[in-house]
């Protein structure tokens, strides 16, 4: 036998009792039914709420019983009689003597129902030899919170005889409700709000009918609640809730984030990373570019700097791929350099030239940046150096882009890294014009078209004027030659660390 107020309890139901007449109603459905059920008196009736039309008769197989002035039926007759009123599942199991029912949701497996479970302290019997506890008799005395790694212990200690007792598994904001039957306690001592754990609060409340609930918040926000146990603990009078999580999602899902912070991160840098650099030696093959008072061709001055560079550039840094756009005396076309260096996947892009000058007293290093001229100067360096397309078979469509008009768009384009190549050029200018052959003349833009194709950081090097005689001496001189590409090596070096530092700080922000 059950008693059908406990039950409409644990269901949720609201309830008045009148004297051997039972009114269930649905509290939180609309517009929700009543069910009346009335001792000796099979027949139970479900009215509509809002219309007060008869909607349905339930017929009970026992007629109800009235035990000290509580309506109870037999444990299988009051499943069915909920489950035909509120059309979901309440179903009793006979070896565990539990009661499970689907507070929302309508059948089992039929979206996530929450589960009630209500528990008979006592086995009753249709007899009638079973004794209620006497009014009160029970004391909830204290409530003792034991924090686990993977859950929570929550002990309910009591005084008095024992009573009957239910529990609703957390609901959707991770409310456990723990009801007695007949049982009080100190309000005000037994509300605590917790910290830190499983347990956010526990809220008791006395029900007008002598029943006292406790609810139970758990913050399934940060923790996933996996079971919600309950013991009764006979032998030390205690009421015992064990709640079992999994881990700290919250710590999970920083970790996650952290994880994956980490992964954007690397990844970036991996992307930013100065790790591949184009070294093009100017000119080759049948193109000798400049050539010196002295017979000196720049092909060749350009590069013994590109070997010697790149040597300096893997000794110093293995982990930095570098990559030749001829490493030989070759003719490669203007347009070529630039693909391979995009192919490559370059984010530096260094050409290497000698200069010459109808003036045979100009003199110095200069580096230079794509971009409209700045003046005349910089322009017939510009040309010369452009003037090998002449040489290639198909020059006309290779850069039938590249006109005054089109630089300074194509420079735009460039204007991502022109902060980057500005960069580069001051910071191989400093050490270049260290080395004593040259007089450093500045950074200058101008409309190289080696500079034109390649998508990442570009500058040209003129390391000399092989039309300088004293010049062309020295820029022959494998030693100097050396000297300069460990100039070029240093700017590089120093441009390497404050853009990696700046990416870096990028990032993090
Ligand atoms: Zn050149």
Wanted: aromatic share 8%; charged share 25%.
């Amino acid at each position: 036998m059950i008693d059908l107020e406990s039950m409409a309890r644990a269901l949720r139901l609201s309830f008045h009792n009148d004297h051997g007449l039972l009114v269930l109603e649905e509290a939180f459905v609309v517009p929700g039914s009543t069910c009346t059920i009335m001792i000796n008196n099979n027949f139970s009736r479900v009215i509509s709420k809002n219309s007060e039309n008869l909607k349905r008769i339930i017929q009970l197989q026992v007629e109800p019983s009235l035990i000290h002035s509580r309506i109870y039926l037999p444990v299988n007759q009051a499943c069915r009689l909920f489950t035909i009123w509120l059309d979901r599942e309440v179903v009793y199991n006979y070896s565990t003597g539990m009661i499970n029912a689907w507070l929302s949701g309508k059948r089992f497996g039929e979206s996530v129902g929450l589960i009630g479970v209500v528990k008979h302290e006592e086995q009753l019997s249709v007899q009638g030899n079973f004794k209620p506890a006497e009014d009160s008799s029970t004391v909830i005395t204290g409530i003792e919170i034991e924090k686990r790694a993977n859950g929570a212990i929550i002990s309910f200690s009591a005084s008095g005889n024992p009573t009957q007792f239910s529990l609703l598994k957390p609901d959707a904001e991770g409310y456990v409700y723990l009801s007695f039957e007949k049982a009080s306690c100190d309000i005000n001592t037994l509300s605590t709000i917790y910290s830190g754990g499983v347990v956010k609060a526990i809220t008791p409340k006395q029900l007008a009918d002598g029943g006292l609930q406790f609810a139970v918040a758990l913050d399934n926000k940060s923790f996933a609640i996996t079971s919600v146990e309950f013991h009764r603990d006979e032998k030390n009078n205690r009421y015992v809730l064990y709640v079992r999580s999994n881990a700290d999602v919250q710590e999970i899902r920083k970790k996650e984030k952290e994880q994956q912070i980490a992964k954007v991160i690397s990844r970036d840098v991996e992307k930013w990373k100065l790790n591949t650099i184009v070294l093009d030696a100017g000119h080759g093959g049948k193109d000798p570019g400049a050539i010196g008072f002295n017979g000196t061709h720049e092909k060749d001055v350009a590069l013994n700097i590109v070997h010697d560079l790149g040597t300096f550039i893997t000794q110093k840094w293995p982990d930095v791929n570098v990559v030749y756009t001829r490493k030989d005396d070759r003719f490669i076309p203007l347009h070529e350099r630039g693909r391979i260096a995009n192919q490559s996947g370059g984010k530096l892009f260094i050409s290497v030239h000698c200069n010459a000058s109808p003036n045979r007293n100009a003199r110095g290093s200069e580096v230079y940046i794509l971009g409209p001229h700045k003046s005349k100067a910089a322009l017939d360096v510009a040309m010369f150096e452009n003037s090998v397309i002449r040489q290639e078979a198909d020059f006309q469509e290779q850069y039938k882009g590249f006109s005054e008009e089109h630089l300074i768009m194509s420079s735009m384009a460039q204007n991502a890294f022109a902060k980057q190549s500005t960069a580069l050029a001051q910071d191989i200018l400093k050490p270049v014009e260290r080395q004593a052959v040259n007089n450093a003349r500045g950074v200058r833009q101008a409309g190289f078209m080696v500079l034109w194709t390649p998508s990442m950081a570009s500058v040209l090097v003129e390391v000399g004027y092989l039309s300088n005689a004293e010049e062309e001496r020295m820029l022959r001189d494998r030693q100097v030659q050396s000297k300069i590409a460990y100039g070029i090596f240093q700017g590089v070096q120093s441009y390497r660390k404050n853009y990696e530092t700046s990416c870096m700080a990028s990032l993090a922000e």
